[in-house]
């Protein structure tokens, strides 16, 4: 059985590489980005299933990045990572064609639980 590919963009290379190891372990294929240029130079190498996608990559807009994702790859999932809870951005990012996204950290714990349950619940469908 192939495991699900999944490409994580981020600027901040500490939750790559947490993301990457905690995805890795629940037996998940995973990349790692941290700007648009590298994003996208993977999903078209690459093909990955599910990308997490930081809103907010430095000077680059995720939700650019999403949208170019998705006019490119609609049947790509993208799941939206965010630090806090923008109901704007959230919107733009929905509309844009997200499928979901998650907090970065609630309530003092990291998302990694949420991440997962959010991966699983996509890879179950494919």
């Known amino acids: ?40 130079e993977l999903i078209e190498k690459e093909h990955p299933e599910i990308v997490l996608l930081d809103i907010f990559l430095g000077n680059e807009s995720g939700i650019d990045i999403l949208c170019k994702i998705k006019k490119m790859h609609s049947d790509i999932k993208v799941i939206m990572l965010t630090v806090m809870q923008d109901e704007t951005n959230i919107i733009k990012a929905k509309s844009c064609g997200a499928d979901d996204y998650v907090l970065k950290f609630s309530e003092g714990s990291f998302m990694s639980e949420e991440v997962l349950r959010r991966i699983s619940h996509f890879s179950a469908k494919q």
Request: with cysteine; aromatic share 8%.
């Open 1 to 40: 059985m192939n495991k699900t590919k999944i490409l994580i963009v981020d600027d901040e290379e500490d939750i790559l590489k947490l993301l990457s190891m905690y995805l890795t372990r629940k037996n998940y294929y995973c990349l790692t980005a941290k700007n648009q240029a590298e994003a996208m």
